[in-house]
């Protein structure tokens, strides 16, 4: 009979206890399995049984939910119809604990539905929060409390760093036996450094706000002294402003903003710096007033950046360099107006040799010409022009604008239609970016709403609902219109492919309420231009006429105010609201001319997918006209294999989709139907060899093996052996796997590696 022994807080036990279990681990019997619950393995000394596959360890990580668990969750409990917004943002206050999210979905309970969820837990959100602080300390003693009290106003902290700022000698052995016994403080996979739960955390701010004045002032004194001690000013910074003194806080952040920006993206941190320094005090510090132009710029506050351009400017002087960098600035802005034509003014002047000798300029400046190639309709060009761009090496403040290289060259695919090469580029870059900034970051927003457009053309609805959940009020305040316009369309396409149109013509009108709140006309016009498309399906001709209307005479009124690049931008977009139009008319002749336009500017313009969907509906025309449209309608599905596009004709009109599958059904074929959508879920098989191709495309053959054998924590001795290799070559190819994944640390390469799934 098989039998498990199962011991719970295993590193609890007695020294001879462990010796004991140490003995049973290496000498068990077939039938015997044994579960160790436990924090850390010393006094086991099992390395060897990892090593060699007779143990297998569950890290915590794995024992909490993931993102997409979390809305299964949800959905199993409340249906279908489930928001996953709400899902994620629970998921987010819970870290993925499990006890956390029955709690959150118990205090739902009453709900009657999915939908009054939200409602049930904004009412009784006190108590919720209230409940799971609770349990979060409920394993702590007064003395915990106290201690966790003094270090919550630390963002991040090590041992030393809570023995510092709190003055005690036990911090170690303190923090050790409170990650033990609760997840109120998360440690980090691949170094020292821990933080507070952020629920916890929030209660914890409330009692360290009663603590008195001169305790508190101390605590920040030494948790700034420490952090300018150790390299990280900015967070000094805001000890210092914390307890009043802003002129050091403002010396020490003039030193480390700009650079935080720069190297990490850390708009957000400049902007809540803006709010609390004098304006005077800018002008006195004029790297941190580069660093809040640069920081405006990047979000819908761009029209203020291009004020503290012009104070910059005026002590500019001759200064080439400075004056190059503000063309940067009022690029950056202009890109985020949707201005194309004011971008391509101010990067031309500046294309070629730039005065620029700091490599982050360098950086971007090379992102900002691939992404001018882009503008003019040349992807290819852009990726070339990234792939030839000066590379200063692989120095870690260059991850940051690296993922930018990343992001143009996705975007770039999509903008062909090449949505598994997106796919190939996006998915490991955005889960860099989750990592590195976080998941409601702005930039790591708008990576996730480029993966979601290449995933709802593959035809995965779920996963792109699930890379959008709780990311949509981000991209809308800070997000490129480009990524924001790609996110919208993405959620409208499911719901109306789910037979929902209120939430499609609800998201519909929210996309014009934006473009109108942030002054970006083309959004309004692309929500036009979806609701023609949208009516037409069900061919509410009256409808999509007063619609067609409404756009012109918007474009009358809007268009003398914008450039070539940008009309040209909505051109295709005009031609597809009136050929669509026509179609719910049933007005075949009339519709053909709009699609041959749009055909042709597409094709101009390199805009593959909407070559392929032009195609299929002048192919549908034919066909209602009683003419031969297999030829054309053969070539459009040829082209949508070729693309990986799963879903161009089904999101095109439902005949279209229809005519696909009857041209496939008159030729007998048996392979999959290319532009309309799978009837089930992509198999696990096929993802699994997605995966492998995924691998194979990055690592060789022998780098793989060496990889597999890492993960089980094997020495380059026992991988030489294993693989009959010497001792050299395998210290070869774990270099390789440092560069290829981007590690500095073999437990950091395994992680990397699970992390761009590589490994499970």
């Known amino acids: 009979m098989d039998a498990a022994f199962i011991v719970d807080e295993a590193d609890r036990l007695p020294a001879d206890s462990r010796e004991a279990l140490s003995y049973i681990l290496r000498n068990l019997p077939g039938n015997l399995r044994i579960f160790l619950g436990i924090r850390s393995m010393s006094g086991y000394e099992i390395d060897d049984l990892i090593a060699y596959g007779q143990c297998a360890t569950v890290t915590t990580s794995a024992l909490s939910f993931q993102l997409d668990e979390s809305i299964e969750l949800f959905r199993q409990r409340f249906g279908d119809g489930f928001d996953p917004d709400i899902a994620a943002q629970i998921h987010e206050l819970t870290a993925g604990w499990p006890l956390g999210l029955q709690l959150a979905i118990s205090a739902g309970l009453n709900a009657r539905s999915a939908a009054s969820l939200a409602s049930e837990l904004a009412g009784s959100a ?37 023995s510092v700022v709190t003055g005690t000698a036990d911090a170690r052995p303190r ?12 440690l980090a996979e691949r170094s020292d450094w821990m933080r507070l739960h952020a629920v916890a955390r929030e209660a914890l701010l409330l009692k360290f706000a009663d603590l008195p004045a001169a305790e508190r002032h101390d605590l920040h004194r030494r948790a700034a002294e420490w952090l300018a001690t150790n390299g990280m000013p900015a967070k000094a910074a805001e000890h210092l402003l914390a307890i009043g003194e802003t002129d050091p806080a403002l010396d020490l952040a003039e030193r480390s903003l700009y650079d935080s920006l720069m190297t990490r993206g850390q708009l957000g941190q400049v902007r809540n710096w803006l709010a609390v320094v004098p304006d005077e005090g800018l002008d006195r510090r004029p790297r941190l007033l580069l660093a809040a132009a640069w920081a405006l710029a990047l979000s819908e506050r761009h029209d203020e950046a291009s004020c503290l351009v012009d104070r910059i400017m005026a002590g500019a002087g001759d200064d080439a360099s400075l004056r190059c960098e503000c063309a940067l600035i009022l690029g950056g802005a202009a890109a985020y107006a949707d201005d194309p034509d004011l971008f391509a003014r101010l990067h031309d002047p500046w294309a070629l040799d730039p005065p620029l000798s700091d490599p982050l300029l360098l950086k971007i400046h090379a992102n900002r010409f691939a992404f001018r190639a882009l503008l003019d309709g040349e992807p290819a060009l852009a990726r070339l022009r990234q792939q030839r761009a000066p590379r200063p090496g692989s120095l870690p403040e260059m991850s940051y604008l690296s993922r930018w290289n990343d992001f143009i060259i996705g975007l770039s695919y999509l903008w062909e239609g090449q949505v598994r090469l997106a796919e190939k580029i996006i998915r490991p870059a955005l889960l860099q970016c989750e990592a590195d900034l976080g998941r409601r970051n702005a930039f790591t927003s708008m990576m996730a709403a480029l993966l979601a457009a290449a995933m709802w053309e593959r035809d995965q609805p779920e996963e792109a609902r699930v890379l959008l959940a709780d990311r949509m009020d981000v991209l809308e305040k800070s997000g490129l219109p480009e990524a924001l316009m790609l996110a919208y369309r993405t959620l409208i396409r499911i719901a109306w492919s789910q037979g929902d149109e209120d939430r499609a013509l609800e998201l519909l009108g929210a996309l014009e309420a934006v473009g109108l709140h942030r002054h970006l006309p083309r959004l309004r016009v692309i929500s036009l231009v979806e609701q023609v498309r949208l009516h037409a399906r069900g061919f509410r001709g009256e409808t999509c006429r007063n619609l067609a209307a409404r756009l012109d005479a918007f474009l009358d009124t809007n268009t003398a105010q914008h450039g070539p690049m940008w009309r040209r931008s909505i051109a295709i977009q ?14 075949w002749r009339a519709a053909t001319a709009p699609f041959e336009r749009a055909n042709e500017l597409a094709r101009s313009y390199k805009q593959e997918r909407l070559v392929i969907e032009t195609l299929g509906m002048r192919a549908l025309i034919l066909e209602r006209l009683g003419e031969n449209a297999q030829a054309l309608m053969r070539e459009a599905q040829e082209l949508a294999r ?6 161009v004709f089904a999101d095109a009109h439902p005949m279209l989709g229809d005519l696909a599958r009857r041209l496939l059904a008159g030729t007998g074929g048996s392979e999959p139907a290319a532009g309309i959508p799978r009837t089930a879920p992509e198999p696990p098989a096929e993802r699994k060899a997605a995966m492998t191709t995924h691998r194979a495309s990055v690592l060789t053959p022998k780098e793989w093996e060496v990889l597999e054998l890492l993960a089980r924590s094997l020495s380059n001795k026992e991988i030489g052996r294993a693989l009959d290799i010497h001792e050299e070559t395998v210290k070869w190819h774990v270099k390789n796997l440092f560069v290829k994944l981007d590690a500095g640390s073999r437990k950091h390469v395994v992680s990397r590696a699970r992390l761009m799934g590589f490994l499970a």
Not at 578 to 585: D, E, K, L, P, W
């Open 126 to 162: 006190g108590d919720f929060q209230e409940r799971f602080v609770a349990l979060l300390l409920a394993n702590l003693d007064s003395e915990d409390v106290d201690f966790l009290t003094r270090i919550s106003i630390l963002d991040d902290f090590t041992h030393d760093f809570c």
């Open 175 to 186: 923090l050790d036996r409170i990650a033990r016994t609760t997840p109120v403080v998360q």
């Open 574 to 587: 005009v031609e597809l609201a009136h050929g669509y139009a026509a179609v719910a008319a049933r007005d």
């Open 642 to 647: 070729t693309y990986g596009l799963q879903r």
